[in-house]
């Protein structure tokens, strides 16, 4: 019980700071929520005239590291990452000339995480702020209407988004194996999964066993830097990322309406995401294409790159908005 309190609460998530570890016979209290802070540089970032990476400023001056590749002239997709990891997990995509030739591809690190500052107060983590942090981006890069492909909790910024912005502020919505919001988070993600988030909000060295969660054999120097995006990252960060008030009826009046089409993916070998209670979300969505991915882990596009790709950029032809 005080583990489920934790996760609902992030205030009570500081508690947790403290951990009891043995050594030997004798119990010792360690702190592991040392926080590294991390220095925005351009020699470490490798932000440079060559690099298409940038700091945007969201409106609350919170700083957020962002980048886009590709042609600016094609439909624009934002990606959004999941919990606790980065914008570099996209990097498979982003690298791929595929992807490339036909959408412009966005990214950025979520407030919290990666390169972007981490606040660690509540006010920061009003659900408006992270939709001003989605603002940033799509100004700074001059984006009219893109596409969102929001995967795992990174499903939770469209109900942000959509909080303060009409339904034609998108193009449409992608989810990946995505957690639609956080008053669901407890539902949607597997048993498992919960089990593992609410380790982590004690005992952050258990990241490790989450990763392995979410595919069983990634590339080491993949694995290494999704371990990395962990490390940088306050615990406290974590536990208002997953537990923040958020209110979903403009996300689903969107999509009941028609406004709004959806394309919901999902992995047949995912451990994290429940399918059913994802899709039992979003009952009564008007435009809605789902599709499970054979063989695929929560990954998705690392365990189907080419098949993941196909169901994307098609459904993307299929639905851009007139003149866009
Ligand atoms: C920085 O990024 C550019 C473009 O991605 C690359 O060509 C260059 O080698 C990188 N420099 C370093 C020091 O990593
Ligand atoms: C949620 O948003 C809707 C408008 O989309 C509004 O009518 C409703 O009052 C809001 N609910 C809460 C609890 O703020
Ligand atoms: C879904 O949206 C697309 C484009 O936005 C449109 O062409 C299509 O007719 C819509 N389908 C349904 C069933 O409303």
């Given at each position: 019980m005080l583990l489920f309190l934790k996760a609902l609460h992030p205030a009570i998530a500081l508690l947790a700071f403290w951990s009891i570890v043995a050594a030997g016979d004798v119990l010792h209290p360690v702190s592991v929520d040392t926080q590294v802070t991390i220095k925005p540089t351009d020699a470490n970032f490798n932000i440079s005239a060559v690099s298409t990476g940038r700091f945007v400023t969201s409106k609350d001056g919170t700083q957020i590291f962002a980048e886009a590749r590709g042609n600016p002239s094609k439909p624009a997709v934002v990606f959004i990452h999941g919990f606790r990891l980065g914008a570099t997990v996209f990097d498979s995509i982003f690298d791929d000339p595929h992807w490339l030739s036909q959408v412009y591809l966005v990214r950025y690190d979520t407030?919290?995480?990666?390169r972007s500052d981490k606040p660690t107060?509540?006010?920061?983590?009003?659900?408006e702020r992270l939709a001003q942090d989605f603002d940033a981006v799509v100004q700074s890069y001059n984006l009219h209407c893109p596409f969102v492909l929001a995967w795992s909790l990174g499903g939770t910024h469209i109900v942000d988004i959509l909080s303060i912005h009409p339904?034609?502020?998108?193009s449409g919505i992608i989810y990946n194996a995505a957690i639609p919001d956080t008053t669901h988070l407890m539902s949607v993600v597997s048993p498992a999964g919960v089990a593992l988030v609410l380790k982590i909000l004690s005992f952050p060295q258990a990241f490790i066993e989450f990763i392995n969660l979410c595919h069983p054999a990634l590339e080491w120097n993949f694995y290494l830097a999704c371990l990395g995006n962990g490390d940088v990252q306050p615990t406290i960060a974590a536990g208002f990322a997953g537990t923040r008030s958020q209110n979903s009826t403009a996300l689903l009046n969107a999509g009941r309406s028609g406004e709004l089409a959806l394309l919901a993916i999902f992995g047949a070998d995912d451990k994290l995401i429940q399918k059913q209670p994802a899709l039992d979300f979003i009952s009564g969505w008007k435009n809605l294409t789902v599709t499970t991915l054979p063989n695929?882990?929560?990954f998705t596009w690392i365990s189907q790159p080419e098949l993941f790709r196909t169901t994307v950029l098609e459904w993307i032809a299929g639905h851009r908005k007139r003149g866009i």
């Open positions: 407030r919290g995480h990666g107060d509540a006010t920061s983590w009003a659900s339904a034609t502020y998108l695929a882990e929560h």
